[in-house]
């Protein structure tokens, strides 16, 4: 088992910056790939970045890329996805996700373990 639980979400302006944080625990954090998932009301749970279980390879949404950055650090047991440029389509509930291998993927059942979210407002 594999517990993660994420922090930093809150309501930005526009063009402004986030930083979210997934704490994890229980089994190896350094033996799973890590991703970072969103839901906005009403619609699907969507990709949004992952990255494998060194950090040395990452995987993003088209919606994202340059804008986002996911990084880990496995001596603190911790994945953060830096936004910057935020947009008011950005707003959503952010998951962390812990994945069933080593490398990055982007679907859902990739992914064994979820945290309980964090809510992003980005405001126009």
């Known amino acids: 088992q594999v517990q993660l639980v994420e922090s930093g979400g809150g309501l930005v302006q526009a063009g402004g910056s986030l930083r979210l944080s997934c704490a994890a625990s229980g089994r190896t954090f350094s033996s799973h790939a890590m991703g970072w998932f969103r839901q906005a009301p009403g619609k699907e749970r969507d990709f949004v970045a992952a990255?494998?279980?060194?950090?040395?390879?990452?995987f993003y949404a088209g919606s994202v890329k340059g804008r986002f950055t996911i990084s880990r650090d496995n001596a603190k047991d911790t994945v953060y996805l830096q936004m910057n440029s935020l947009r008011p389509e950005d707003t959503a509930v952010y998951y962390c996700a812990a994945g069933r291998g080593v490398e990055a993927r982007n679907f859902l059942y990739d992914y064994d373990y979820w945290g309980q979210g964090t809510q992003v407002t980005v405001s126009s």
């Open positions: 990255i494998n279980w060194t950090g040395g390879s990452t």
